[in-house]
C-alpha cells in the first residue's frame, strides 16, 4: 500500500491532468457536462464508468462550491465555473481553476498531517475524519431543468439513482462471482480490498452487461 509520499505524488500527477482538463476548457471556450468530463477522466485515470461518473459529479459540484465560497468572501472574487442553463452545459471561464486544484492538494497535505500518517516504506497511509454532525445539503440551481422535468417527466434521468441501481447490480455479481468460484481466503480478500478500490474483475463486469 502506499504511504503519504507516494500518495502525495500521485494525487499531484492526476491534479496536473484535471487542471490540464479544465485549462483546455478555458482555452477553446468549451461548454462541458459532468459526463463528458467523466469520459474524459476515464481516459487518463482509468477505472470503470461508474466510479470516472462519480469523481466527474463530485469534482464539477466541489467546483462549483468553491467556486461560490469564494465569492461570498470577497466581493472581488471572480467565478472560474459558471452553468448555463439553456445549454445545461458548465463553462470554465478564465485560470481560477488552478486555486482550486491546489486547494485540494493543500487540505489533501493536512487530512494527511492531521491522521499521523509516517513516511516509512511500509507504513500505508489511513486517514480518520473528525466525527462530526452528518448533513445533506439540497440545492437547486436550475429552473429551467426541473420545468423541463415537468414538462417531460419520461426522459427524466438522475445519474445518481442510475449509479447507484449498477453499483447494486455490481455488489451482487461480485458475491455471486466470489462465492461460486471458492477462491482461497487470500484471494478473497484481494478481491474485496480491489473491489472497493473500484477494480472489478472482467468477468463480473460482463455477467452485468449480460444482466441489464
Partial sequence: MPNQQSLLAELSRKLDKIADLFGSYARDKTYFSVEEVAVELRKFLGGDRYSSENLASILVQSADNYDRMKRRHSNFYTRFITYNESRNRYTIQNSGYASFIDWIRTDTRYLLHE??????????????????????FLRI????????????????????????????????????????????????????????????????????????
Fill in 115 to 136: 491522521s499521523g500518517a509516517t513516511d516509512d516504506n511500509d507504513q500505508a497511509v489511513e486517514v480518520y475524519l473528525p466525527k462530526v454532525n452528518p448533513e445533506i
Fill in 141 to 212: 440551481n436550475s429552473r429551467l431543468q426541473m420545468e423541463r422535468s415537468l414538462r417531460d417527466p419520461h426522459n427524466y434521468r438522475n445519474f445518481i439513482l442510475e449509479n447507484v441501481k449498477m453499483r447494486h447490480k455490481i455488489s451482487v455479481a461480485m458475491l455471486t462471482y466470489l462465492f461460486e468460484n471458492e477462491v482461497s481466503n487470500d484471494v478473497f480478500w484481494e478481491l474485496i480490498e480491489d473491489y472497493f478500490l473500484g477494480r472489478i474483475p472482467d468477468e463480473v463486469l460482463a455477467e452485468v452487461r449480460r444482466s441489464s
